[in-house]
Each structure stands twice: as C-alpha cells, then as structure tokens.
C-alpha cells in the first residue's frame, strides 16, 4: 500500500480523497435515516453515486470502511482539540483540562455523533470505538501525541505517550457513558492526572 501510496501523482491523491470524502457524506445520509446495522456497502455507493465496485477497491470491506469513517468524523474533534491545547502552552494540566472538556461537550452535542452512539452496541457504530477500536484508538493517540510533542518538546516521549493514550481512553468512556458535566469530567481527571502531566511536561523551555 505505501508503494502504491507514493506512486500516486498529486492528482490521483486529489482524486482519491475526493472520493473518500464523497462516500463519507454518503454514509452520513444514510445514518441519518437508519442505524449502522441496516446499512449496507451496496446503499452507500448508490448514495454517493459510485458503483459497489469502487467502494469495495477503496475500503476492503465494510469493517474497514465503518473504522475509517469513524476516524473521518474524529478529524474536526482532534482538529479543535489541538487548538486548545495550544492555547494553554504555558499550563500543561489547564491544556489537559480545556481539549478534554472541549471534546467531550462537542461530542455530546454533536448530533452524528449521537447517532453513532446511541444504541445497545449491535445498532450502531458503537463497537468501532470500544470493542473494535483500536485502531480509533491508535489514530487518536498519534495525532494528540503530536500536538503534545510540539508543544512541550523536551517531554520525554514515553511519557507523552502514555498520557495520550490514557486521555484519548477516558475520552472514549466518557463519551459512550457519561456521568457528569462535560466540564466536572475535565477537571477531574486534570486533577486526577496533575502530577503525572507536571513531572512529563513540567514547564516549556524559554
């Protein structure tokens, strides 16, 4: 797959993105009228107006295609949860603290991701995040690990790992069972993890 990945031309890549990302509304179409359980490859190609073929050449199989659809709608959450990390570079737990509580209140509010969620674990896409979902896990956990590298560069790898991984899991929990307010569940686990998250990332260098 990289060899054919890196022999594609800048057209190609543009093409195949394209593709994916029309097949992706597809499925968000779907969804909005039927659960995961209901849907099949044949009605997500007929949506985006592909043939079944193509869909398959693209995705494998409909395993394959559900997790990359999942990591899709996780694309804007990460993308805005970078951003508040960002904007707290000068204070790891409050950095912890603001991307959680901002993921968890916009996945609560975000209507797929209701969609997505809310049935007993066979209607749904639920098992993609919890009992298929590492690789959901394994994507998350690299791009926080990223942003957190960036900003805190001199944290030891190990350690930025692992703080990823723990946060993109009690994320995934709290999402699929949430007790308290979006904000209560922030700060407890900053709290929670404050003392690893100061000795990992301590202070930025100047």
Excluded: C
Aim: hydrophobic fraction near 45%; avoid cysteine; glycine fraction near 6%.
């Amino acid at each position: 797959m990289g060899a054919m990945a890196s022999a594609r031309t800048p057209y190609q890549e543009a093409a195949r993105e394209l593709l994916r990302k029309t097949l992706f509304v597809a499925a968000r179409d779907q969804l909005e009228q039927r659960p995961w359980s209901e849907i099949t490859m044949s009605d997500i190609a007929a949506s985006a107006g592909v043939s079944r073929q193509t869909l398959y050449k693209e995705f494998g199989n409909r395993n394959e295609f559900g997790l990359a659809f999942v990591i899709d709608v996780g694309e804007d959450f990460l993308d805005e949860v970078e951003a508040a990390v960002k904007q707290h570079l000068d204070d790891p737990r409050a950095a912890v603290g603001a991307a959680l509580e901002l993921f968890l209140r916009t996945a609560g509010e975000d209507p797929l991701i209701r969609i997505l969620l809310s049935d007993d674990g066979t209607g749904g896409m639920l098992p993609f995040v919890t009992t298929q979902g590492m690789p959901v896990v394994q994507w998350a956990t690299a791009r926080l690990a990223a942003v957190i590298e960036e900003g805190w560069p001199q944290a030891p790898k190990a350690d930025v790992n692992l703080l990823s991984e723990s946060l993109v899991r009690l994320a995934i929990s709290y999402i699929t069972a949430p007790t308290e307010a979006p904000e209560t569940t922030a700060t407890s686990v900053a709290d929670l993890l404050g003392p690893f998250i100061d000795r990992a990332l301590g202070s930025r260098p100047a």
